[in-house]
């Protein structure tokens, strides 16, 4: 073991992993409860709240612009907040605004209600997704952090799986009030007594040195001090420099390009409206649109895992495998929807979404370094992907139906993957261009 006085004279040491995994448990909690209760389950309450609300469902649906818009303006914040002050404090209070969110749709009397819901959602969301779950495992790992972080956020996929049949039987049998009501009952108290009792702010509090201090720091050639509090640039030099703007911009088009998956059960309709007919039968599609989405979730959740192990390896490799999954998914589904490329097609485009959620932080992890500023300065980059998933749910409706269909969708989207691997590469080019220090909360 590593030992190293605290300044209260107290010993920290490196234990096995077995010591650190209740911090790998919140990560999995907050992704596998209220962060796929509220983005994997949202679409099958969204046609019977329609119907008992008599409107629209794009009425309905308008609270996830809300909390898209939220959370794009809070995701700097989320950073900053999480960087000065006691994260475990932080992510309880998301957890149950989130879950209570739930329980007010439950209760909504009015459309507008949601809308209010849909707003503090995006608020708690980004706070938790988006921005604690890769802060508090880059806190308390020094090693392995891509992988974690993977293991971490698949279970957004895993916990869509669990709950979308568990909330849509709810719904066949009592309604979908009470459908909600108690999945934010269940989310409240799983996420309640989860984080009081396993999470700690850092590893210190708990006596712990970070997982991995040694290898780290044997891998480095640096000394255990030297892991232990890690290099890192200043928020106010990265705000400046022309580093934080291509990472920016990259995240921006990532994101946008993984919310076409959205639209794929569309692309398989238009493309069966206008499927050739040979000897009397219609070749259509080889799979239908449910199929392909519930394959491009499978590429998701295990590009996650694949991707996070990679990029703890070398991240400008895992960066060129990303874009060489999302480009050859997209190509088999485009010029292949016939055959079986189109399902393995969706796979592949799956691996290519983990993009957002693991893959760049470990690029801002290797630019910005992972010491104290990092919650910072990833808080700049979530409100990127923010906006750029905003902007993709719009802007692949809008070519697909003004620019001849799908073909236009997709080579556009195969461009902007072509940005993404250009400006991914870029920044890593650049990793080493602004002056680190080593920084606590303190100096932020």
């Not at 919650?375 to 409100?383: K, N």
């Not at 697909?400 to 080579?411: C, K």
Request: glycine share 10%.
């Amino acid at each position: 073991m590593l030992a190293k006085k605290s300044q209260s004279g107290g010993e920290l040491v490196e234990k096995s992993f077995i010591h650190y995994l209740p911090v790998v448990i919140v990560g999995i909690l907050i992704c596998g409860v209220p962060s796929a209760i509220l983005n994997s389950c949202a679409g099958i309450y969204y046609p019977v709240m329609a119907d008992d609300f008599g409107v629209p469902t794009s009425q309905i649906s308008m609270w996830r612009t809300l909390d898209y818009i939220t959370g794009v303006i809070a995701a700097p914040f989320a950073g900053i907040w999480l960087a000065k002050y006691n994260s475990k404090y932080i992510i309880l209070a998301a957890a149950v605004i989130e879950s209570l969110v739930f329980i007010l749709f439950g209760l909504s009397p009015e459309v507008w209600v949601l809308w209010i819901g849909g707003a503090i959602a995006g608020v708690t969301n980004v706070v938790m997704l988006a921005v604690a779950v890769s802060s508090i495992i880059n806190r308390w790992f020094r090693v392995n952090v891509g992988l974690v972080i993977g293991i971490c956020t698949a279970f957004t996929g895993f916990g869509g799986m669990l709950f979308t049949p568990i909330g849509q039987y709810l719904i066949d049998t009592a309604g979908w009030r009470t459908s909600y009501i108690t999945l934010g009952v269940l989310s409240l108290v799983v996420m309640t007594l989860g984080i009081v009792f396993l999470l700690s702010n850092r590893p210190e509090d708990r006596g712990l040195l970070p997982y991995g201090t040694k290898k780290a720091s044997e891998k480095e050639q640096e000394s255990q001090e030297d892991v232990i509090v890690p290099l890192c640039v200043r928020p106010s030099v990265a705000r400046k420099s022309f580093l934080l703007v291509v990472i920016v911009v990259f995240g921006v088009c990532i994101n946008a390009v993984c919310n076409i998956n959205a639209f794929f059960a569309s692309y398989v309709n238009w493309y069966n409206s206008q499927a050739d007919v040979v000897s009397g039968i219609m070749i259509g599609a080889f799979v239908t649109g449910a199929e392909l989405t519930a394959m491009n979730s499978a590429g998701n959740a295990v590009g996650k895992l694949g991707l996070g192990f990679f990029s703890d390896l070398n991240v400008r490799n895992t960066l060129i495998v990303l874009v060489a999954c999302g480009i050859v998914g997209l190509l088999f589904m485009w010029l292949s929807p016939t055959t079986i490329l189109l399902p393995i097609g969706s796979f592949l485009f799956g691996c290519f979404i983990p993009g957002t959620l693991v893959v760049a932080p470990m690029v801002v992890r290797s630019c910005f370094g992972n010491g104290a500023s990092y919650p910072i300065i990833w808080g700049y980059v979530s409100m990127a992907l923010g906006f750029g998933g905003a902007v993709g749910s719009y802007f692949w409706a809008a070519i697909s139906e003004n620019f001849g269909g799908y073909d236009a969708v997709f080579i556009s989207a195969v461009v902007c993957m072509c940005i993404v691997l250009v400006l991914g590469l870029i920044a890593y080019g650049m990793r080493n261009k602004l002056p680190r220090e080593r920084l606590t909360e303190d100096d932020l």
